[in-house]
């Protein structure tokens, strides 16, 4: 196996790609008991258009079916769900679905061999029928719901719709109760057979383990499949600009909460690693807790506590986002956009970079404290191409005026939406 | 015990827990006090003001760049409700000296700066900076206010506000709104300075090769100007005097309105604890009624129905009590009601299996076994003892549960009560009038 190693947090990342294609990560910890597994396949919710590798079909989904498919993979042939098998054995057991990718996990102190084998049991064969896709509808129709009356969930959704006119990241990860009634067994064979290849897939395992030994029981778990060619995966063209400046609706929250996104539309890098990083250090000089900018809307009523900084990025999208609650957004928008001019025509103190920098490395090194929050970690960044190591290893190499150039480049004006959800009474 | 105690002073202790499973070391202090509704806004308030500035950084920009300084030692302040009891807490975590880029000691400066905030803040002429105390009123406000934007939880909070009407657990954390405009500045330092007096005091380091922090902490001249107190906190005592009979019927029914998608629905249970060993007892029936995948909740109002995509319970051990919450089809109400409470009915007709109760005890051990892996869930599990005035450790806690029959938890499955059904729905009169 492959040994990657960060020096500076004193961690292992042992990988393997097997023949079938399959990636597979360990990152041993010796100082847990536990024992954490995440097997993802790279298929989100964007990738709703591909041709199928096998017989060429071309396929358009209906919104919300990778969501589907995880809810639907539990269920066995035998009328037993995995989940209970799973929980029934004290092991912790949940999945998810992204943007970019969908994944099965669980973790445990005991029982890790039974767990393993009824993981890669149940991901490894589908069983859906009429029925129990039927059924599936009311259970998904009140996640929807759930979501309908989540006003941060709304706020993003609504910022994304302002940033693209044709991403399918703007498509909710769930679908609509009425996309979601389209749905039937065949469709998710399809999507099965064509996403759920280990070519497509990774796993990552992170806690208690001996690498060689971990890899060689995955290997006997594995069914043998033939070789798939590339996915082919359609996606409208890249938005050069933003769809709307803004987007306002109303709902019954307390305080308004706003969404400020900065569309990316420059082709995914090499070093997208390092672009986050600056990204990061700009935003907490423009906006952190120490800048002057949050001191002074902080006093003056209009921000409470440090907005939520974020890049999120793949080959399909690109965008920074930053959100909080305030009684008066616009006002928060006017002053941000103020910052970002003032500090593009004057650039940014030595101090402020290096007490930023530091800042970031700590937060890094937070990110492994829980090996729940390490595997999540290795799998999302390399479903964008990346390794996790990277941030730690390379935080050091970022400049003060690299940051200065990431600041001119991606803050600019015309990029800019914002997405706030008003309080419904005060309208009234 | 991995939590090792040392009494500084009556009243206050100071622990220290040794792990080597994180990155970062977690420092802690917490501040416990009865819940009364004259002083629960005024109290809230405190945290709030007492991180806005202290003596030596008297402003948050200040204090932001120290703790940036530091590798983004992060400080973060709350309110919470153990029982009867108001909690203020308050945290730095910083990154454990073994990896910074360069040698440095952040240890001590971490707890310097946490004694700092929570025991020297900035004040002028005897009392709180009223700037702070007046815009931290209005933030205040705006978290209470807050309640409603989480739906799931707002419901949750609206059924022990009316479940516990007369009672001290009933009592929001943060406080009430009509409360907070009339605080003056000379109140709310009054009120701090009583805190200081009367709360039960603990100081928390968690982390590897810390050292011996707690010559550091005692000699401490925040620490020594503190007076030694007998805490007025209240132990929770949940063995109940009176008998809980079995009720299915509920004592009382609230239904609220807002706008909203989904309906909300949370059922209150109270249970009739005769003995010490129940606490346990009452765990394992709360896994088997709505614990996890395989719960009697899940498997009949998700999988069977299919009504719902959140249906669970959770026991609340300091008073005795089984929250069960469940995100419905507001027409669903009276289908989802009739199928949770036939699982109430079930359990005490003895219909479940010892399969049942294993899998119950399955799943609590290994959440137990859990707790160790996340540095504040350990910190919190040995607060929580402190609380409780026991001290068992986890290893003893996993025997208690793995001691559990079958027969208990059929025992106590008599003495549950449906105390309150509250409904959180909208305006609509979606089935009662069919719409065309």
């Known amino acids: 196996m492959k040994i990657m190693e960060s020096k500076k947090i004193q961690e292992k990342a042992y990988l393997e790609k097997l023949k079938n294609g399959l990636t597979i990560v360990i990152i041993p910890k010796q100082t847990t008991r536990k024992k954490y597994v995440i097997w ?9 258009h591909f041709r199928m590798p096998g017989s060429g079909e071309e396929v358009f989904i209906p919104d919300g079916v990778a969501h589907f498919l995880e809810h639907k993979m539990f269920e066995q042939p035998n009328g037993t769900n995995s989940l ?52 599936e509808k009311g259970i998904i129709g009140q996640e929807i719901r759930m979501y309908d009356d989540d006003p941060g969930w709304q706020l993003y959704m609504n910022a994304m719709d302002c940033l693209y ?30 996403f759920y290849h280990p070519s497509n897939m990774m796993m990552v395992l992170c806690g208690d383990f001996d690498p060689e030994k971990t890899l060689k029981m995955i290997e006997s778990h594995l069914i043998e499949q033939p070789k798939q060619e590339e996915i082919q995966r359609f996606y409208p063209p890249k938005d050069e600009k933003i769809h709307k400046k803004e987007k306002v609706v109303s709902l019954e929250v307390s305080t308004p909460i706003f969404m400020i996104g900065i569309l990316d539309p420059e082709e995914k890098e090499n070093d997208s690693v390092k672009k986050h990083m600056a990204i990061e250090i700009a935003l907490n000089i423009l906006l952190g807790k120490s800048s002057p900018l949050y001191q002074k809307l902080y006093e003056e009523g209009n921000l409470s506590a440090q907005p939520d900084f974020d890049y999120e990025f793949s080959e399909q999208y690109a965008h920074i986002l930053i959100a909080s609650q305030s009684k008066n957004p616009r006002k928060v928008y006017e002053d941000f956009r103020h910052e970002v001019k003032k500090l593009q025509k004057n650039g940014i103190t030595e101090e402020d970079f290096e007490r930023c920098k530091k800042k970031l490395y700590g937060n890094y090194v937070t990110e492994y404290n829980n090996i729940d929050s390490i595997a999540r970690m290795f799998l999302a960044d390399w479903m964008k191409g990346n390794n996790s190591f990277e941030y730690i290893e390379g935080y050091d190499q970022i400049t003060k005026e690299y940051v200065e150039e990431i600041l001119k480049n991606k803050f600019q004006e015309d990029k800019m939406i914002i997405s706030i959800v008003e309080n419904t009474n005060e309208n009234k | 015990m991995l939590d090792k105690k040392n009494i500084i002073k009556e009243g206050i202790t100071f622990h220290q827990i040794e792990t080597n499973k994180f990155k970062t070391n977690l420092f802690a202090l917490f501040l416990a006090i009865p819940l009364e509704k004259d002083e629960v806004t005024k109290r809230a308030l405190i945290p709030a003001v007492l991180r806005r500035g202290s003596k030596n950084y008297p402003t948050q920009e200040l204090m932001s760049k120290t703790l940036e300084e530091m590798y983004g030692a992060s400080f973060d302040c709350g309110i919470d409700k153990n029982g009867e009891n108001q909690i203020i807490k308050f945290y730095i975590e910083g990154i454990n000296e073994k990896f910074l880029p360069e040698k440095e000691k952040i240890n001590e400066k971490c707890f310097d700066m946490l004694l700092e905030i929570v025991f020297q803040p900035k004040m002028e002429e005897g009392h709180f900076d009223p700037a702070y105390v007046e815009s ?24 022990i506000e009316e479940m516990y009407q007369d009672d001290a657990f009933g009592i929001y954390k943060y406080g009430y709104l009509e409360d907070v405009d009339p605080i003056t500045t000379d109140d709310l330092t009054k009120a701090y300075q009583t805190l200081l007096q009367k709360a039960k005091i603990d100081i928390f380091v968690s982390g590897d090769q810390i050292g011996d922090l707690f010559e550091h902490i005692q000699n401490h001249p925040l620490i020594q100007n503190l007076e030694a107190r007998k805490p007025e906190f209240r132990i929770n005592q949940v063995i109940r005097k009176e008998k809980v009979s079995f009720s299915i019927k509920p004592k009382k029914v609230v239904e609220e309105t ?7 629905l949370i059922i209150g249970l109270d249970l009739g604890i005769e003995k010490e060993e129940e606490k346990e007892v009452a765990n394992v029936y709360n896994a088997i009624l709505g614990g996890g995948a395989n719960s009697k909740l899940f498997q009949n109002v998700r999988e069977k129905a299919s009504l719902a995509y959140t249906a669970g319970s959770n026991y609340t051990k300091q008073k005795a009590v089984i929250f069960i919450r469940s995100g419905i089809e507001i027409q669903n109400y009276d289908q989802a009601v009739t199928i949770i409470l036939k699982q109430i009915e079930d359990l005490k007709n003895g219909a479940f299996t010892e399969e049942d109760v294993e899998n119950a005890k399955e799943l609590l051990k290994a959440s137990l076994r859990g707790i160790p892996e996340e540095q504040d869930s350990e910190l919190t599990y040995y607060y ?28 106590l499955a008599q003495r549950v009560c449906t105390n309150t059904i509250y409904f959180l729905r909208n305006e609509g009169n979606e089935g009662k009038e069919a719409k065309a």
């Open chain 1, 40 to 48: 993802g396949t790279h298929f989100g919710s964007i990738d709703n």
């Open chain 1, 84 to 135: 209970d098998t799973l929980m029934a054995l004290g092991v912790d057991a949940n999945a998810y679905t992204t943007n970019d990718h969908t994944a099965y996990l669980f973790e445990c102190t005991d029982h890790f061999e039974e767990a393993l084998a009824e993981l890669m049991d149940y991901v490894q064969h589908p069983y859906f029928t009429d029925e129990n896709v039927e059924k």
């Open chain 1, 165 to 194: 006119e044709n991403n399918p990241i703007k498509i909710d990860i769930a679908g609509t109760v009425e996309s979601i009634s389209k749905i039937d067994k065949d469709v998710l064979y399809k999507c099965y057979q064509t």
């Open chain 2, 136 to 159: 931290e009123k209005a933030n205040l406000k705006n978290i209470i206010s807050s309640k409603i934007d989480n739906k799931r939880k707002y419901a949750l909070d609206r059924c």
């Open chain 2, 258 to 264: 807002m706008q909203v998608n989904q309906g909300n």
């Open chain 2, 384 to 411: 929580g003892q402190e609380l409780s005035g026991k001290e068992t450790s986890l290893e003893e806690y996993l025997q208690k549960v793995e001691l559990v029959t079958k027969q208990q938890v059929e025992d």
